[in-house]
T-cell receptor, first 116, second 115 residues
Framework: AQKITQTQPGMFVQEKEAVTLDCTYDTSDPSYGLFWYKQPSSGEMIFLIYQGSYDQQNATEGRYSLNFQKARKSANLVISASQLGDSAMYFCAMRGRVQGAQKLVFGQGTRLTINP | NAGVTQTPKFRILKIGQSMTLQCAQDMNHNYMYWYRQDPGMGLKLIYYSVGAGITDKGEVPNGYNVSRSTTEDFPLRLELAAPSQTSVYFC??????????????FGSGTRLTVV
């Protein structure tokens, strides 16, 4: 079975500081993908960054980077130089093949609040 | 590009009523999904479809039905609405290949309240 765990229900960070959001996963599928999504108060799901299980390098997208430690089964999101607009819910998700079909499974989310 | 279109955006139902949440995508994605998100929680998979004519249950299918007669459309049917179905519903679509980042595209959500 696939499982995603986000252990930080909420985080508070000062503006301009870096922040790390934790994510651990469990899967028996050797081929999988890890995603991070941002959900602002308006409710839409915004794709941030993707890491494939066979990717050798950690993914980066602007101020977002994914600290992928395959042996530890962790895929933490790092946001550098945080901004007030980064305040939102953040979800880690994993795509893998379960019973022959791809499924995207989400963690419980972390609510990030950036303080001025 | 329209992406994934969900209708309606908001709906209030009375207990026992039925309704259909519509979802359409114009990206020729073969996979489509329905998720529900309860307040303060992550998304849970209700049903998914790997192509026209093929659907299967996700994590929380009870109280829902789906159909996939075309590649573009994947409606979610609620029969005999219950207060426990009060939630935000998201439809999503994707390609099926895993070796590169075929991202998931989400609709804007339907906020459903059952009273």
């Amino acid at each position: 079975a696939q499982k995603i765990t986000q252990t930080q229900p909420g985080m508070f960070v000062q503006e301009k500081e870096a922040v790390t959001l934790d994510c651990t996963y469990d899967t028996s599928d050797p081929s999988y993908g890890l995603f991070w999504y941002k959900q602002p108060s308006s409710g839409e799901m915004i794709f941030l960054i993707y890491q494939g299980s066979y990717d050798q390098q950690n993914a980066t997208e602007g101020r977002y980077s994914l600290n992928f430690q395959k042996a530890r089964k962790s895929a933490n999101l790092v946001i550098s130089a945080s901004q007030l607009g980064d305040s939102a819910m953040y979800f880690c998700a994993m795509r893998g093949r379960v019973q022959g079909a791809q499924k995207l499974v989400f963690g419980q989310g972390t609510r990030l609040t950036i303080n001025p | 590009n329209a992406g994934v279109t969900q209708t309606p955006k908001f709906r209030i139902l009375k207990i026992g009523q039925s309704m259909t949440l519509q979802c359409a995508q114009d990206m020729n994605h073969n996979y489509m999904y329905w998720y529900r998100q309860d307040p303060g929680m992550g998304l849970k998979l209700i049903y998914y479809s790997v192509g026209a004519g093929i659907t299967d249950k996700g994590e929380v299918p009870n109280g829902y039905n789906v159909s996939r007669s075309t590649t573009e459309d994947f409606p979610l049917r609620l029969e005999l609405a219950a207060p426990s179905q009060t939630s935000v519903y998201f439809c999503a679509s994707s390609y099926s290949r895993t070796e590169i980042n075929y991202g998931y595209t989400f609709g804007s959500g339907t906020r459903l309240t059952v009273v």
